[in-house]
């Protein structure tokens, strides 16, 4: 089998995997809803469950049909993104969470660029100069940033900068269509988000260059004269960002996942405060809505990466690497 059979084995494989991920998790979403304990309208309605509304939820949402066909129209209606319409606003929920999700989605990618644009550099650093002092400093410093909680980050970020010493702005997105109004509402939340993947990543660049480095041929442009410098930036730096891109599908969700606190802190519209406010409000249908695309996005961008990675590496799809 040729590399480029390979490859294209590979990555219907992953497609097929994909498939049916996305589709166990939005069955065991599907369940995990329906298990809330009590009638599931008037937990959803609390004070508001009159028999005529309940009645009317009820029919609206399928629950007056067996459970086997509630799965399939909710299946059905979600893979068209079809989520009904919001009990509370009376819109559609699939309106409501577009509208928050490229707040989030710029969050994310940002937080994720600092955390790249930050990590390497320090990891860089770190390995060209093992046990030294400066390498043992960055090594508590990156320590610090992944063990810290986002939310005290976020707080001491929000005190300091924005309520202390007033040089960015409070709360909020930013104005629409205002780019610097909205870069400088992306700053202090992309910080908070980013600083424990910058540690991450940056002790991930180390160790796999400290690999990469020590490897036979690395040993072998060294005994022809080769600068340290020179076999770092040319050769060894791109092998041990292989590990790098690896992450970068996980680091996503993560930061996805990780923005509920940040969002509330800084009270940004996203899908995480969007996701903490329907279940203050127990509006299951908007959460179920946020947590397919959550799952959808994050299955996704894993399925990117490992296509890359495969393109990168062909041991991947040959399933030797």
Known sequence: MTRSQRTA????????????TIAG?????????????????SVMLGPRATPELRAQITHDMGLDRSLPEQLW?????????????????HRPILDIVLDVIPNTLALAFSALVLALVVGIPIGVIAALKPGSWLDSGLALLSISFITTPTLVVSVILFLVFAIGLHWLPVAGAGAPGDIVDRLQHLILPSVALALGWVGYISRLVRASLLDTLGELHVRTLRA????????????ALKLALVPVVSILGIGLGDLIGSSVVVEIIFARSGIGSLIFNSIAQRNYPVVQACVVFIVAF???????????????????????G
């Open 9 to 20: 084995a590979f990555i219907a494989s992953r497609l097929a995997s994909v498939v049916l």
């Open 73 to 89: 129209l909710f299946a059905s209606r979600a893979a068209t993104g079809d989520f009904g319409e919001d009990v509370v606003s």
């Open 298 to 320: 994050y299955i996704v961008a894993n399925l990117v990466v490992d296509m890359v990675n495969a393109l990168l590496d062909p041991r991947i799809a040959a399933g030797r």
């Open 25 to 41: 998790a939005t069955l065991l979403l599907f369940l995990m809803v329906r298990l809330v304990p009590g009638d599931f309208t």
């Open 224 to 235: 022809y004269g080769v600068s340290e410098y020179r076999i770092v930036g040319l050769y």
